[in-house]
């Protein structure tokens, strides 16, 4: 491990870090590019990302003036990371190539390795020329909206920028390191009552549900607003339901075991339904889907909170879109981030037109609501899912694990933090907050 590590490990001041040399290389897990054609051929649940996650030294590039090396003490396993390593829908080398055409700075990240992740927690070790609101030894956190700040579109709504891209995803150089770049204004303060790991499972998950069900760029949830949340104890679920409790709203959470339905009531959602328990048959086959079967989703939330969902919190995709645009009630909103179980998706117009239902797509989450949602976090009123720790060096174990869903919540991932629970800097807060709900998730497990 390198000095300058040590140093962080070690708590140094900042003038210390400043004065420590960087290293030329980091440890950090990548895909490379002359193995994306490996599981050619292969059904998606085949291809095994402990083949394609490699764990290794690469250089460190040149910094940008608007960049900041960061020591990442923990990192955690986000499903663009499964993506990335079984090299679906698109091998990322794509993403890189053209962000390599776009500038000179661009051009470090068209390389024949790609340095996957995009989250972190840890200490800022240097930063560029350009960056006025961030210093060497600042405790943070990452967001991965990673935007062009000269690009015109990307003002207004970041999200909206025409070159916008998700670090450690589109681009090279993330956060499954121990030393990461990142853009300055993907900076936010770490929550100090969190361990590291706990720290850095929120960035990607937490903002994405957050402009889902919060901002007006969404679906935003008022008073008394019921919500059908998919996978309600996965990533971006398990942050949905605290969102919608703490606005008000009824969270109805779906989920595929009794252990995850235990674990969601603890955590204040008390209607939750068991797909796999249910068997439901949304498609009879590949091709046809199966209206009675939506009927019958309907009458179970009907049955649990007396209505329909006025918001539906949408993210598996093919298998179960026909049945949320179903459910959904009269003028209600089906929010979507994503399509886990294929992306050509398949719903009846009749009931999206004739009642006045809105499809609303979501991606992400721009600085403001990221750092809106941090600071929820900094404040205990959000708690991060957190359910298992690996080293660096499993993240392949760690990602085929979510691949397969396997887990719970979030995996976190330790990269220059020596051990599970360090970083904690406000002890008060984390006992008003409480120990017992802070690891709702851990003892799940
Ligand atoms: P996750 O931790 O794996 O959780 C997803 C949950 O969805 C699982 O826990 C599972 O819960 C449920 N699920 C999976 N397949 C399903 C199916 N066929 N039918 C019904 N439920 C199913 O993943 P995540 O981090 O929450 O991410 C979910 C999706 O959102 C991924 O595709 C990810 O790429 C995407 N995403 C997009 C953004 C964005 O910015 N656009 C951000 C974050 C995530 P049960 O088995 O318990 O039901």
Redesign the pocket.
Known sequence: MTDIIDLVRAGAPAEELAAAPLPATTRAVFVRRDEQAMFEGMASADKDPRQSLHVGEVPLPELAPDEAFVAVMASSI???T??TSIFEPLPTFGFLDRLGKESAWGKRHALDYHVVGSDAAGVVLRVGSAVRNWKVGDVVTVQCNYVDDQDPSAHDDSMMASNQR?WGFETNFGGLADIAVVKANQLMPKPAHLTWEEAAVNG??NS?SYRMVVSRNGAPVTQGDRVLI?????????FAVQYVLNAGGTPIG????PE?AAMLRELGCEHVID??EKNYQFWSDPHTQNEAEWRRLGKDIRALVGDDPDIVFE???R??MGASVFVTRRGGTIVT?????GYMIEYDNRHLWMKLKTIKG????NYREAWAANQLICDGRIVPPLSAVFELEQTGEAAYQ?HH?Q????IGVLCAAEREGLGVTDPELRARVGEDRLTIFRRHN
């Open positions: 986000n499903f663009n499964v993506w998700i990607l998950c994405t998919w996978g309600a104890s996965g990533g971006i679920g398990s779906v989920v595929s075991s995850k797909r796999r993210h598996p995709g298998s179960t981030c994503a399509a886990t179980s979501s991606h992400f989450s979510v869903n887990h719970e919540g979030k």
